[in-house]
């Protein structure tokens, strides 16, 4: 585990060297509460936390130490993050990643919403969403389930795999070879044999699926990142029975483009998209250009970003688009 193997790079050096240049990096490797594993040039360091740092890193952060404490966390590139499970307020799961895999058991309905709201969190953090649909060999209508998938998120890369078997797995590796990647998906969904099969060994512990929901045990207790054989970083993280989004609108948006597109072109700013006059929106329900399930999916998450979370959002400006 080399410094590079883990993605330090030019830009990552610059960054340390307009903190401090006589500080040491380390990458977050696993975060226990009262400290973390870092990894250095000097190998696997265990290190508590000594000081109150802002922000308070999570797993795949950069950070830099002098000697043997850390004094501060390199500006992020990304950062993955949830609405808290109970209160308002976020849950910050991993910082600098390029590519969130959101996986989803064919033993199982494949939910359209839960790819939504992972596909947002990953835009959210600057990431590429990518659906991999695992335990293929469980379901003959794989291809099927497949097809209706990549028909409902035409602009997210699908994959089907059967750890079992090694389907899929190739395509995987060449998705995500030289970047940082993490798993969304629930309890059950096949996550931890997914990690075991990119990282070739039996890292993670793999939990029982129960037959009768196909609901499994959370295997996965704390995040931890590894480094893939095939190059590449991955972040694992427990299953998350409930994705509540802390996210910008915008990110909504980008998993919703032709809504957000007829949006753009509703003659009031702040139409409400419930048949006022000049609702693009409505129109297009109308002539079924735009499908309800999409719209009204669009609609919650919408709803649920506007939420206020550790920060209010800017007020909306209402204002006539034939104004402008």
């Given at each position: ?20 240049a ?16 870092v ?32 004094v ?27 590519k969130v ?5 064919v033993?199982?309905?494949v ?6 709201r ?27 389930i497949?097809a ?28 995500i ?75 909504v ?22 048949g ?19 719209v ?6 919408q ?20 104004e402008?």
């Open positions: 585990m080399t410094l590079a193997s883990l993605g330090f790079d030019a830009r990552w050096r610059d960054e340390l060297n307009s903190f401090d006589s500080c040491d990096v380390g990458r977050i490797i696993v975060h226990h509460g009262a400290g973390v594993v990894a250095t040039e000097r190998g696997l360091e265990n290190v508590m936390f000594t000081q109150r740092l802002n922000p308070r890193p999570v797993v795949g952060d950069w950070v830099a130490l002098r000697g043997e404490e850390i501060g966390v390199l500006p992020r590139r990304s950062l993955l993050r949830r609405r808290a499970a109970h209160g308002s307020g976020e849950q910050q799961l991993a910082a600098n990643i390029d895999l959101l996986v989803c058991g033993d199982r309905p939910k359209d919403g839960r790819i939504q992972g596909a947002t969190l990953a835009r959210d953090a600057l990431a590429e969403p990518i659906i991999v649909l695992t335990k293929a060999s469980k379901n003959d209508d794989v291809e099927a497949a209706e998938v990549r028909l409902a998120h035409p602009d997210i890369p699908v994959v089907i795999t059967s750890v079992k078997e090694g389907e899929g797995l190739d395509q995987l590796r060449s998705l070879v030289g970047s940082t990647v993490t798993l969304l998906g629930e309890s059950g969904a096949g996550k931890s044999s997914i990690v075991n099969a990119l990282m070739g060994s039996t890292t993670m512990t793999e939990g029982d699926v129960r037959e009768k929901d196909s609901k499994g045990r959370h295997t996965t207790t704390t995040r931890s990142l590894h480094v893939l054989p095939s190059g590449g970083v991955l972040i694992d993280t427990p299953g998350i029975r409930a994705v509540g989004l802390v996210a910008e609108t915008e990110s948006s980008e998993t919703f483009p032709e809504v957000e597109e007829a949006a753009e072109m509703c003659r009031f700013t702040d139409c409400q998209h419930e006022q006059p000049g609702c693009a929106i409505s129109a297009g329900l109308a002539d079924g250009q735009l499908d309800e399930k999409r009204e999916a669009w609609r919650r998450l709803l649920e970003t506007e939420q206020p979370t550790t920060k209010p959002l800017p007020p909306r400006r209402s204002r006539r688009r034939d402008t």
